[in-house]
């Protein structure tokens, strides 16, 4: 009993320290295919944000600083993508691509060029991203320990959760989450309307980027200590797929990214204790996916004018 | 008309002398309209004529290349549409501007929506939106899914839109292109009543009789440049034809006497489900005959759709028969129908009659490309391809000529259409469906198209024509079946039906055969 | 019409010059971040022109090539065909594993026999890798992109776990396989490699290559099932109304450019790299394929030709070190030349061409058949 509590404890926790940043792309990615633009451009984004929320970090000694400018060297690079695929009506996917390659590039360029190394130093204790409610939990206790494993997580969890709410909000409840989701099914019907759809469309793939580097500096700053150059390898891809997974829509991106947080965290507890091969343990979160879409998921809506460059006549 | 409405010492819209280029390409040169308070102007002419195009600069969704533009007397320039609905200015389009899986009322207030702080007010949006469905009189439901409510509808909930924006002026753009005649009807009424209100409307079509019906004055266009603008009143029908295309138009097709021939497709008791997995046609018959057009009239969303795409192989149905020569082809594959002896054109041609990407050539052979002489041991015969191109776009006068190798999607949509037009009758089957043949194509193309779909018949084939265009049933069709809710409800021969109780028939009322 | 060609008329109309002129753009961009870096522009450049001009440095070129040009080929297929194959690593990884496998476990057969076996066994596991995702797809309206994603991730941790079985690991402490059979190698003789001066991994992938390049091209312009394919790519429902029976194009399609995303896989173990290591992260074979497809406009020669450049690319990039350039640098220079293919359309705007002449590789009419898929 006492060794359950504690792994459930333990998958928990990484269940959440996984999904986080995954979370943080995915919110990203709703933004900007819901507005009607492909973003395979994601991973991009996060290891941008991953290199520069590491760095400033270290040299501002503020991991919120950090991560907030992590967000904001995702935003550049969802700008560019926004240049070339809303006001250029450049191919959404080639564009993505492109994004891909250079982000890291860039980043890792630049990491070579300020510590002679594609690493990163690593974080201090209080550089990194704060853990909230430390301490404030008994670990003497089993319960204690428990409590401490779920709710002593790190800032960037818990405002997570809170974009979570913001962005859904945002969605269903308010104009401009009315005229983004119109953007994305009709933009003809909205420029009829007066609404500008390019404007639109470019501010959704800016958030997109920004949430996305957000992403990509929590896995440097709580998964780990440093930026690596293979600190982001496929979570932003694994972040689109949450959100194709949960039908482009944030509350169902949240259950795709906590599934893939939590068949992490399984990786996590049973690699250390059975005998079951690792290789084989860390295939788990992609077979479940595909199981868990083919018995109860099935088709995603896409939304209807996703993919299409809207240009408008003059 | 009376004009008893029209108020003319007060223009609302003048546009003078309007020059609208695309490249090197006119497509408005030099237009003048004037519309009045009270008044339904109608905008009359072909395809490509520039109606479209001059509107579009009413609603600032196009700049004038020159020319002003005058709303309520004050010469104004429009940005964007936002400009225009300021100037209480507001047009339905002929493709629906609705967001589909949006609900009413979200598809009317969206870009007015009423806030209550940061949150959307959708209480609020719908009390006005039902308030102004029923100042108007026009019923609808606030809480329906664009996508589950009928064309005629969605109509009301554009024209419902732009009433929301406090539009004085209205522009149709080719408003009951896919409207039943009640429900034309119906909006000619709804128009009246605007009028009276002291609206004025501006309505684009090419068809005459409406405009006969409904309107005051019209301008008549003709590739781009302004014809004249006549008072309704003082003319007929044929001379607005002859007005619109520069010729004297006939409508009649001569169709000889002859008698039908054996039972060429035979439909028993057919059922399917639409794509919501709700029944659609429940129980339908239906004979072909050879030397016979079979006309179905219907309005559309009656399992019209589903029952050309369950004979044509494309759907699968729940039970019954579809009989093909005595080949029963129902449930098989579109390939197995077609060499039994189906061959159709579809109602969409650029999504199913044609590869948009492909040559001309390559969409000539679209059935036949693993056949003799178009390919040998699974490799293509560019020559023989050619050839057949080349013979069919001489014979079937595709132009431009010489495109055998140009894209589909770079032609016309009369000329695209007389590519599947070629490819179809060259295919030579027993049984030709014709779905909506002539939508969206001008004078000139539909009398092309007519006559290849009757010649058809006078060689001896059989023939279904599915058309909303009430006209065209009744001129080309030998029998008309009315389909009304997934069953044929009345077969009339074509020369005894009269457009009144085809209408009444096809909205499920009037006599059953 | 008779208007005067401008420059930007020139540039649209000529998809060679178009894609010319991002290169040239891309070589600009990275001069630029050399020079804002405070490093010789000179040199970087030098180096790279330098390493791959020569005789030995060209046949490493080469080499590198061969798997890029391959898995372009396997992407360009896809994109012909109307999927984004952005699975082509998945399949380019078990296609290298199954190729390892049998070139150990099949030590004991003759090379003419060991070889061929190789290339079915790779290009046997990459069509299967492909026709899952297509089943998928076709069956449960599983989005590809999606399923493609998990099949990469399946795929790499697979292939690490085969790795370490007893019978295909490395007996030493390496963590990595054994090495596969001297029967199942494709280097050149060492005696040939040393006296024509060489790269000591020449190999014959490069006349494989070039093969497979004509037999795509064949099949792509030449053939019937070319003919279904591109119709199913370009419009599924006109290609279903004639009579082309499309969720088999699709899964067709699958498995052939999956058969050529694993057969690149096998061609990098026969060739340069003997074995394959247990990784930490995905090797990215497959993702430079994407992008070899895109700067050979999904035209199977173009890729022929986007491949050497790309491994030109990548073999001189690992010489910049040399110069106290971080090899980071090539990324940033095809990124920006992918970045400039993409707005392509920016020409043809200028130009007043409204429609781009080459619309295979389009994510977005994808998407758009996908979603009318829907609501059937």
Redesign the interface.
């Known amino acids: 009993m006492m060794n359950f509590v504690n792994s459930l404890g333990i998958i928990l926790f990484a269940t959440l320290a996984y999904s986080t940043p995954l979370l943080y792309g995915a919110l990203g990615s709703c933004f900007s295919e819901v507005s009607g633009v492909?973003n395979?451009g994601i991973e991009g984004m996060m290891t941008a944000g991953a290199f520069t929320g590491t760095v400033v970090a270290y040299f501002t000694g503020n991991p919120w600083i950090g991560f907030l400018c992590g967000g904001l060297a995702g935003a550049f690079f969802g700008m560019?993508h926004a240049i070339?695929?809303v006001r250029?009506?450049?191919?959404?996917?080639?564009?993505g691509?492109?994004?891909?390659?250079?982000?890291?590039?860039?980043v890792?360029?630049l990491a070579?060029?300020m510590f002679n190394s594609?690493d990163t130093i690593p974080l201090s204790a209080s550089q990194k991203m704060p853990k909230l409610f430390a301490g404030t939990f008994d670990t003497s206790t089993l319960f204690g320990r428990f409590m401490d494993n779920v709710f002593a997580a790190y800032g960037s969890t818990y405002l997570v959760f809170i974009a979570v709410l913001i962005v859904w909000f945002v969605f269903y409840?308010?104009?401009f989450?009315?005229?983004l989701?119109?953007c994305g099914?009709?933009p003809?019907?909205?420029?009829?309307?007066?609404?500008?759809v390019i404007a639109m469309r470019f501010a959704c793939v800016c958030i997109s980027g920004f949430l996305a580097g957000l992403g990509g500096a929590c896995v440097t700053m709580t998964l780990s200590t440093q930026f690596k150059p293979?600190s982001i390898?496929?979570q932003g891809?694994?972040a689109?797929?949450a959100v194709?997974?949960g039908k482009f829509r944030p509350q169902g991106a949240l259950l795709g990214c906590l599934l893939f947080g939590f068949c992490s965290g399984l990786k996590v507890v049973l690699g250390g204790s059975s005998g079951v091969?690792m290789?084989?343990i860390?295939?788990i979160?992609?077979?479940v996916?595909?199981i868990v879409?083919?018995l109860f998921v099935?088709?995603?809506?896409?939304p209807?004018a996703?993919?299409?460059?809207y240009?408008k006549?003059? | 008309m009376a004009k008893q409405y029209v108020d003319m010492n007060t223009p609302v819209i003048e546009m003078r002398n309007i020059v609208k280029r695309f490249g090197d390409f006119v497509a408005n040169d030099g237009i003048n309209l004037t519309v009045h308070k009270g008044e339904i102007h109608a905008i009359l002419g072909e395809n490509g004529a520039g109606k479209s195009t001059l509107m579009n600069q009413l609603y600032g969704l196009l700049k004038p290349t020159s020319g002003d533009i005058l709303v309520n007397g004050k010469k104004i320039v429009m940005n964007n549409p936002r400009d225009a609905i300021d100037a209480g200015i507001g047009m339905v389009h002929q493709h629906f501007m609705l967001v589909q899986p949006f609900t009413v009322t979200e598809n009317i207030v969206l870009g007015t929506e009423p806030t209550k702080g940061v949150r959307l007010d959708m209480d609020t949006a719908r009390k006005n939106v039902v308030e102004i469905s029923e100042r108007y009189g026009l019923s609808i439901d606030p809480d329906a899914r664009i996508e589950d409510i009928s064309v005629g509808m969605q109509q009301r909930v554009e024209i419902l839109k732009a009433l929301y924006r406090g539009a004085d002026i209205l522009i149709l753009d080719e408003p009951t292109s896919s409207l039943t005649p009640q429900e034309i009807t119906e909006l000619i009424a709804i128009m009246h009543n605007l009028v009276k209100d002291g609206k004025s409307i501006i309505i684009i079509t090419h068809k005459l009789k409406e405009i006969k019906e409904s309107a005051d004055f019209c301008t008549i266009i003709r590739m781009g440049k302004y014809i004249d603008t006549v008072d309704v009143d003082q003319v007929d029908e044929n001379d607005l034809a002859s007005m619109m295309v520069g010729r004297k138009v006939t409508f009649k097709v001569d169709k000889p006497e002859q008698t039908p021939g054996d039972v060429v497709l035979d439909v028993k008791d057919l059922h399917c489900l639409d794509y919501r997995g709700i029944e659609i046609v429940k129980g339908l018959n239906l004979q072909v005959r050879r030397g016979e057009i079979v006309g179905i009239a219907g309005i559309d969303g009656n399992g019209q759709t589903e029952l050309v795409e369950v004979i044509t192989g494309l759907r699968k149905g729940t039970s019954g028969q579809v009989l093909v020569n005595g080949t029963d082809v129902f449930n098989k594959s579109p390939s197995f129908g077609f060499a039994h002896g189906v061959s159709s054109i579809p109602a969409d041609r650029q999504k199913h009659g044609l590869v948009l990407d492909f040559s001309i050539e390559d969409n000539l052979i679209l059935q036949n490309y693993e056949r003799d002489p178009y390919a040998k041991n699974s490799v293509l015969q560019r020559g023989p391809i050619f050839t057949h191109a080349s013979q069919s776009i001489e014979k079937y006068d595709i132009r431009p000529s010489g495109s055998e190798k140009r894209a589909a999607g770079t032609l016309s949509g009369g000329n695209q259409q007389k590519v599947i037009i070629a490819r179809e009758v060259q295919n030579d089957k027993d049984l030709l469906i014709a779905v909506n043949p002539t939508r969206g194509l001008d004078v000139g193309a539909i009398e092309y198209v007519h006559k290849y779909i009757v010649d058809q018949r006078n060689k001896g084939k059989a023939v279904l024509l599915v058309s909303f265009e009430l006209d065209e049933i009744m001129s080309l069709s030998d029998i008309i079946d009315v389909i009304f809710d997934g069953r044929i409800v009345a077969s009339i021969p074509g020369g005894e039906a009269n457009e009144n109780d085809l209408g009444l028939m096809m909205a499920g009322g009037g006599k059953k055969a | 019409m008779t208007r005067k060609k401008s420059f930007f008329d020139f540039i649209a109309e000529n998809r060679f010059i178009h894609i010319l002129f991002s290169i040239i753009l891309g070589f600009l961009v990275g001069a630029i971040f050399l020079a804002v870096m405070g490093l010789s522009i000179g040199a970087a450049y030098g180096r790279l022109l330098g390493s791959v001009t020569s005789l030995k440095g060209f046949s490493y070129v080469i080499v590198y090539a061969v798997p890029y040009v391959v898995a372009g080929l396997s992407v360009a297929f896809s994109f012909k065909t109307g999927v984004f194959n952005i699975g082509a690593e998945g399949q380019f990884v078990v296609g290298s594993m199954a190729a390892v496998c049998t070139g150990i476990l099949g030590a004991s057969l003759p090379k003419p026999l060991l070889i061929p076996l190789c290339f079915l066994a790779a290009m046997a596991a990459g069509a299967v890798w492909g026709i899952i995702v297509g089943v998928l797809k076709t069956k449960w309206g599983i989005n590809e992109v999606l399923s493609m994603i998990m099949f990469n991730w399946i795929a790499f941790y697979l292939s690490n776990f085969i790795a370490g079985i007893p019978a295909i690991k490395n007996e030493g402490t390496a963590e990595a396989t054994k090495n596969i059979s001297e029967n199942a190698s494709m280097l050149f003789s060492k005696d040939f490699i040393k006296s024509a001066g060489l790269a000591p991994t020449a190999n014959w992938g490069f006349i494989v290559a070039i093969i497979v390049t004509l037999i795509a091209w064949f099949i792509i312009e030449k053939t019937t099932l070319g003919f279904e394919l591109k119709a199913v790519g370009s419009n599924r429902f006109a290609a279903e109304y004639g009579g082309i029976n499309v969720n088999r194009s699709i899964l067709t399609a699958l498995a052939i450019s999956g058969a050529l995303a694993g057969l690149a896989g096998a061609l990098q173990v026969m060739g340069m790299g003997k074995r394959i290591s247990i990784f930490t992260s995905q090797e990215g074979f497959g993702f430079a394929g994407i992008v070899v497809a895109l700067i050979g406009c999904s035209n199977p020669f173009g890729v022929l030709i986007a491949g050497l450049f790309y491994g030109a690319l990548m073999y001189g990039g690992s010489k910049l070190n040399l110069e106290g350039v971080p090899t980071q640098l090539i990324s940033v220079i095809v990124g920006t030349v992918v970045f400039f293919i993409a707005i392509s359309v920016i020409f043809n705007k200028f130009s007043g061409i409204h429609f781009g002449r080459e619309r295979g590789a389009n994510g977005g009419a994808l998407k758009a058949a996908d979603k009318k898929e829907e609501k059937k």
Do not use: W
């Open positions: 492909v395979i560019l070339a695929t250029l009506g450049a191919d959404q996917t080639i564009a691509t492109a994004i891909n390659m250079l982000g890291p590039g860039i890792i360029m070579k060029v594609t409840k308010t104009r989450g009315l005229r989701r119109a099914e009709h003809q019907a909205c420029e009829t309307l007066g609404i500008n293979i390898v496929g891809f694994i689109i797929a194709i997974f091969n290789q084989l860390s295939m979160p992609y077979v996916t595909v879409l083919v099935g088709k995603s809506r896409v209807a996703n993919g299409k460059p240009i006549a003059k």
